[in-house]
């Protein structure tokens, strides 16, 4: 078995420009830090160069979500709801862990000095820089991927999306094209958080179009792989490596555009 490519910061730094990202932007990340290689120093290499690239006017933002979050609490069993419900700790933006399925930058992200996260439970980001206390302020509890979401935020302040060696299937900015498009049978889920209020626990009931199943059964592939593929082949983002992983940007608000339209197209308006 080969060793992995050896990839130090200055290397980052350099093939991320090379990406076309520059001081002053806003750049939600999507990351495999295995994919790009032995990192020098560790994974938090990769957020420094990032925001070694971004500079001080620049903002870095992540999908967090929480390790401990209840969107699927309906589908537990009766035993774990019950104990959930009887002791649950609550939400809390300031503490309560990131969930580490996105990236174990995650985490590294919500503890990363001047850090600012959204009061979201499941759909909370982390953000570091000059627009982080803004891009994480307000974020809805009900339909937190949708208008004044972070997500709308980045495409308002004219932000980019970054995938590091991550899948298509990982953007989640497409959520509020979900959100936007006006097709038939968008599925609806209702669920209970506990949330950190004052210094107690408060039960909250968050509604959201439902982020993994939005209208059932559909043909062919995922669209969240279909969707970015055919943004690249008209020309709405950007390819490249960044150490050895292949890596996308793409400007959040016209993907944003591309995606709306493409699901009200494909999925039959309203």
């Given at each position: 078995?080969?060793?992995?490519?050896?990839?130090?910061?200055?290397?980052?730094?350099?093939?991320?420009?090379?990406?076309?990202?520059?001081?002053?932007?806003?750049?939600?990340?999507?990351?495999?830090?295995?994919?790009?290689?032995?990192?020098?120093?560790?994974?938090?290499?990769?957020?420094?160069?990032?925001?070694?690239v971004?500079?001080?006017?620049?903002?870095?933002?992540?999908?967090?979500?929480?390790?401990?979050?209840?969107?699927?609490?309906?589908?537990?069993?009766?035993?774990?709801?019950?104990?959930?419900?009887?002791?649950?700790?609550?939400?809390?933006?300031?503490?309560?862990?990131?969930?580490?399925?996105?990236?174990?930058?995650?985490?590294?992200?919500?503890?990363?000095?001047?850090?600012?996260?959204?009061?979201?439970?499941?759909?909370?980001?982390?953000?570091?820089?000059?627009?982080?206390?803004?891009?994480?302020?307000?974020?809805?509890?009900?339909?937190?991927?949708?208008?004044?979401?972070?997500?709308?935020?980045?495409?308002?302040?004219?932000?980019?999306?970054?995938?590091?060696?991550?899948?298509?299937?990982?953007l989640?900015l497409?959520?509020?094209?979900?959100?936007?498009?006006?097709?038939?049978?968008?599925?609806?889920?209702?669920?209970?958080?506990?949330?950190?209020?004052?210094?107690?626990k408060?039960?909250?009931?968050?509604?959201?179009?439902?982020?993994?199943?939005?209208?059932?059964?559909?043909?062919?592939?995922?669209?969240?792989?279909?969707?970015?593929?055919?943004a690249?082949?008209?020309?709405?983002?950007?390819?490249?490596?960044?150490?050895a992983?292949l890596?996308?940007?793409?400007?959040?608000?016209?993907?944003?555009?591309?995606?709306?339209?493409?699901l009200?197209?494909?999925?039959?308006?309203?």
């Open positions: 078995m080969s060793e992995p490519l050896i990839v130090t910061r200055s290397r980052l730094v350099r093939e991320l420009r090379g990406l076309g990202l520059e001081p002053g932007q806003m750049v939600m990340l999507h990351v495999s830090v295995r994919a790009i290689g032995w990192v020098v120093g560790g994974p938090d290499q990769v957020l420094a160069a990032l925001l070694e971004l500079g001080p006017q620049g903002t870095l933002m992540m999908m967090v979500s929480w390790e401990d979050g209840t969107f699927e609490l309906g589908q537990w069993s009766s035993e774990k709801q019950r104990a959930y419900l009887d002791e649950a700790p609550a939400f809390d933006p300031a503490r309560s862990r990131a969930h580490r399925q996105w990236s174990i930058l995650t985490e590294y992200l919500r503890t990363w000095p001047g850090s600012c996260r959204s009061a979201h439970p499941d759909g909370s980001v982390a953000a570091v820089g000059r627009l982080a206390p803004w891009i994480t302020a307000d974020h809805p509890l009900r339909y937190g991927h949708g208008p004044g979401s972070p997500l709308a935020k980045l495409c308002e302040a004219g932000g980019r999306v970054l995938l590091l060696g991550a899948p298509f299937t990982s989640t497409l959520h509020y094209a979900e959100h936007v498009a006006r097709v038939p049978g968008k599925r609806v889920v209702r669920y209970r958080c506990p949330v950190l209020r004052e210094g107690r408060v039960w909250v009931e968050l509604e959201e179009y439902d982020t993994n199943n939005l209208i059932g059964e559909w043909e062919g592939d995922g669209y969240f792989a279909l969707i970015p593929q055919e690249l082949a008209r020309g709405l983002g950007r390819m490249g490596r960044v150490g992983a890596s996308y940007v793409f400007d959040a608000a016209a993907l944003h555009r591309f995606a709306v339209a493409w009200e197209e494909n999925l039959g308006p309203v």
